[in-house]
């Protein structure tokens, strides 16, 4: 089992599924096919669990990573990472954060966990939002998802801009 070398934190609707394509297509670099989700969802499994997703012991392969936009959003990730890895190397993806909303609200349209014009989701969002439903806050938060400074300031509390 390996320790992951870098997470790709990026925001939802950025491109990190672009880069995760363009860094599994390196010899020496390897990352899960799927979103790992550790240290949101699957933070209950433990740390031997989390490891066994990078067990690709080939010879060529030198650098472990992974990505999940889950992590960027999400208040409790940040401290999770550092208590855990806290030398790992993090990569942000921001996009504007109105066209992120636009495409983001599209793809839980697509999913078939929206039904509200854009409009009305968007004027919805902070009544959803105080539901305190995990449900909302995961595919509900078109505009909140796009308050980077107050994502990336939970990070830069326990990791340094290195």
Same mark, same amino acid.
């Given at each position: 089992?390996?320790?992951?070398?870098?997470?790709?934190?990026?925001?939802?609707?950025?491109?990190?599924?672009?880069?995760?394509?363009?860094?599994?297509?390196?010899?020496?670099?390897?990352?899960?096919?799927? /979103?790992?989700?550790? %240290?949101?969802?699957?933070?209950? *499994?433990?740390? $031997?669990?989390? =490891? #066994?997703?990078? &067990?690709?012991?080939?010879?060529?392969?030198?650098?472990?990573?992974?990505?999940?936009?889950?992590?960027?959003?999400?208040?409790?990730?940040?401290?999770?990472?550092?208590?855990?890895?806290?030398?790992?190397?993090?990569?942000?993806?921001?996009?504007?954060?109105?066209?992120?909303?636009?495409?983001?609200?599209?793809?839980?349209?697509?999913?078939?966990? /929206?039904?509200?014009? %854009?409009?009305?989701?968007?004027? *919805?969002?902070? $009544?959803?939002? =105080? #539901?305190?439903? &995990?449900?909302?806050?995961?595919?509900?938060?078109?505009?909140?998802?796009?308050?980077?400074?107050?994502?990336?300031?939970?990070?830069?509390?326990?990791?340094?801009?290195?």
């Amino acid at each position: 089992m390996n320790d992951p070398d870098f997470i790709i934190c990026g925001a939802q609707k950025a491109g990190t599924t672009s880069l995760l394509r363009y860094l599994r297509s390196h010899p020496e670099i390897f990352m899960p096919n799927k /979103e790992v989700h550790f %240290f949101d969802r699957n933070y209950l *499994k433990g740390l $031997e669990w989390y =490891k #066994s997703q990078f &067990a690709d012991n080939s010879v060529s392969i030198k650098v472990y990573g992974e990505k999940c936009p889950e992590y960027m959003y999400l208040e409790n990730v940040p401290e999770r990472i550092y208590q855990n890895f806290p030398n790992i190397k993090l990569i942000f993806i921001l996009r504007n954060p109105l066209e992120r909303a636009y495409s983001g609200y599209w793809h839980e349209v697509k999913n078939g966990r /929206e039904n509200l014009p %854009f409009e009305k989701a968007i004027k *919805k969002e902070e $009544e959803r939002l =105080k #539901s305190e439903e &995990a449900y909302c806050k995961i595919h509900c938060s078109y505009i909140d998802r796009g308050k980077y400074i107050e994502q990336l300031k939970r990070f830069e509390y326990y990791f340094s801009k290195d």
